[in-house]
Nanobody
Framework: QVQLVESGGGLVQTGGSLKLSCAASGTIASISAMSWYRQAPGKQRELVAGISSGGSTNYADSVKGRFTISRDNAKNTVYLQMDSLKPEDTDVYYC?????????????????WGQGTQVTVSS
């Protein structure tokens, strides 16, 4: 199995910065897509940013130019650098990783979610 551990959330003032991390562990063979989502209470989870195995990135329009997603393949970790934060960025942020892992000598696909980390931006 594959486990994800998120870190880096917290409370910051408008205009401040935070960096989220999501580290994967387990019998991982490879990780393809790495993404960050966010969700407010009572709302659907929305894609914030994604990065492919080749390094191609995509962002929600609301965060373009302010957030940067990156990955460290050697550490099986994805990051989200969040700058110029706004109160509307306040949410619980979740990472999602997809790839292959070893189980019983076989390669299997996984898609795993992190536990979520709270980001609060005060005005």
């Amino acid at each position: 199995q594959v486990q994800l551990v998120e870190s880096g959330g917290g409370l910051v003032q408008t205009g401040g910065s935070l960096k989220l991390s999501c580290a994967a562990s387990g019998t991982i063979a490879s990780i393809s897509a790495m993404s960050w989502y966010r969700q407010a209470p009572g709302k659907q989870r929305e894609l914030v940013a994604g990065i492919s195995s080749g390094g191609s990135t995509n962002y929600a329009d609301s965060v373009k130019g302010r957030f940067t997603i990156s990955r460290d393949n050697a550490k099986n970790t994805v990051y989200l650098q969040m700058d110029s934060l706004k109160p509307e960025d306040t949410d619980v942020y979740y990472c999602n990783l997809q790839g292959l892992y070893y189980s019983g000598g076989l390669l299997r696909r996984f898609g795993s979610w992190g536990q979520g980390t709270q980001v609060t931006v005060s005005s």
